[in-house]
């Protein structure tokens, strides 16, 4: 009980102390408060754009979980194609899948007559493909610039592409492919529509036609590439593969988004460990201005402090008030941050954050030019231990030659 009661005297002390200077307090607090909301923010604005960055992803071509033949995902050849079979259906009823749609994919030759490109060719069923991937909305949500027939000589192709070959809507060009049995093939198609996606490289490489049309092209009658499976959360993307794989498909690879991109996972766990480093790294120099203030604090109770020893006080306790009167500074700093950074991400990841003026580079990384910033509470705990840590880190010192203090010296201190 006289502990507690000790410790409770402690406490009002040190919260008192917090208030007795208020400009002094004000000016740590808020040094707290700016180095709180630059690092929540930043990972905020980071979040928002590792997010973008890896929903484009999927959503342009990788889908949630992809079904291939062994070696297709690495060696993309029509050899390695191979007929569905009455399974779709039973992937369908998979708990967490929420729709399905087949793919043929071949390398070929695009050619008008002012260029060339090679390029990726994207047979498709253009009603499903719309599920499972955005390309109907990166070509304009209108059903006259897109594939509708998937046996129809249209094509769809990227705007940086057009711009290339020098053609546009209602122009001619020819795919150039070798079939299945290794004879040279041009097929004539019109250009459809025009899309452009959140990823450069994508845009650079990849057409579509429909998917009936592709078989017959390329010469694999039913057979198909790929299936894509859309989940209802990308986090279901593990037990959903696991199904799959249950059914005994033992020529066929089942991959989720994670082993398809595994460089996007990588890069996004390193730009979190980073921007932790780099924020530890912030708040070191928050350190030093908590110590110099605590220290100043300590100078001007000198008297107070010997006072406090001399009748009995243990230089325990007088570290103690010190340690917390530096905590009770940065728990106004950490409430003020989390309160304004909360509003900040609110409104912005409403608004979004517009980065035209670095488009390029935002499509390279495949973000898209607005980033909508959001936090996660993991990012609150972290960044809150971060700055408490730092604080009692800073108070160390000043709480250490307070309890150094002699009572004599401290009565003759003037």
Known sequence: MIRMHHLKIVL???????????????????????????????????????????????????????????????????????????????????????????????????????????????????????CVSNIYEYAGSDT?????????????ISRSLAVKLGIGIGDKCVVMLQDIHGVLAAHAFIVKGLYQSPIESFDKYVVYIGIRKAQEISGLGNAISEIIVRCADKDFADKVASSIKSMNKAFLEVLTWKQMAPQIVQAIKLF??????????????????????????????????????????QPSWI????????????????????????????????TGINFAFYSQSMRVWGT??????????????????????????ASLYPAYKAAKIKPLDALHFI
């Not at 980073?274 to 100043?296: E, G, H, K, R």
């Not at 340690?323 to 900040?344: D, F, N, P, Q, R």
């Open 12 to 130: 009002l002390i040190g919260w008192r102390n917090v208030f007795r200077n208020k400009r002094r307090s004000l000016i740590v607090a808020s040094s707290i408060v700016v180095g709180l909301v630059v690092m929540m923010f930043s990972m905020a604005i980071m979040n928002g754009f590792n997010r973008q960055m890896l929903e484009n992803t999927i959503n342009t071509s990788l889908g949630h979980v992809a079904i291939h033949k062994k070696g297709f995902f690495n060696d993309m050849k029509l050899a390695l194609s191979f007929v569905p079979d009455d399974s779709l259906n039973a992937i369908k009823g998979i708990h967490g899948v929420g729709c399905i749609a087949q793919r043929v994919k071949f390398e070929a030759m695009v050619q008008s007559s002012r260029s060339s490109q090679g390029v990726l060719v994207m047979g498709i069923e253009p009603d499903k493909e719309k």
């Open 144 to 156: 006259r610039s897109f594939i509708m027939n998937s046996s129809s000589n249209d094509i769809l």
């Open 272 to 313: 979190d460990t980073m921007m932790y480093v780099f924020l530890a790294i912030i708040f070191i120099s928050i350190i030093f201005t908590i110590a110099n203030t605590m220290i100043m604090a300590i100078m001007e109770r000198y008297r107070e402090i010997g006072i406090m020893k001399s009748i009995g006080t």
């Open 319 to 350: 570290a103690a008030i010190v340690i917390l009167e530096a905590c009770g500074l940065g728990m106004l700093g950490i409430v003020a941050g989390i309160v304004i950074t909360y509003l900040l991400v609110v409104i912005t990841g409403t």
């Open 368 to 393: 898209g030019t607005v980033v909508y910033p959001y936090l996660t509470a993991t990012n609150v705990v972290v960044a809150t231990t971060i700055v408490l840590c730092n604080t009692i880190i």
